[in-house]
């Protein structure tokens, strides 16, 4: 399971990603009327939750037992440090007959809701300070 230190991590890898994200989500507004432009999109909480799921499950799992330490290669879980938000164009849709595929509308509100997530993690991050200046003022 996730320990204090490791969630402070990942909540400040999500303010990365979610940094990433709203500058290509401008570059996307900034290129609406630009002919056969290609939106971008960022991914990166599928990745995280993947990585996750399969760290508990590899966590949960009795381990084997070997008679040489080279016999059968451990499962080893996912170093979720290695997980970056990807970039990615959007080369299989269009929107309108000059080839551009950026939608202003869901743009506009895809960055609504980037803005929401990242002030929901910046305030879950000072939410994780304020309980530990708490215990440390209690010790």
Known sequence: MLKG?????????????DIIR???????IANVDVPGFKRSEVAFEVQLKRAIELQKKIEEEPPLKT???????????PDLKQIKPKVFIDYLSTMRNDGNNVDIEDEVMKLTR?????SLLAD????????????????
């Not at 709203?22 to 996307?28: P, Q, R, S, T």
């Not at 008679?67 to 879980?77: T, V």
């Open 5 to 17: 230190f490791e969630t402070l991590h990942l909540l400040e890898r999500g303010l990365k990603a």
């Open 22 to 28: 709203k500058e290509v989500i401008a570059n996307n």
């Open 67 to 77: 008679i040489h330490p080279e016999h059968i290669a451990k499962k080893r879980a």
């Open 114 to 118: 980037t803005q929401l997530h990242y």
């Open 124 to 139: 879950r991050i000072a939410g994780k300070f304020s309980e530990w200046n708490q215990f440390i003022r209690m010790a």
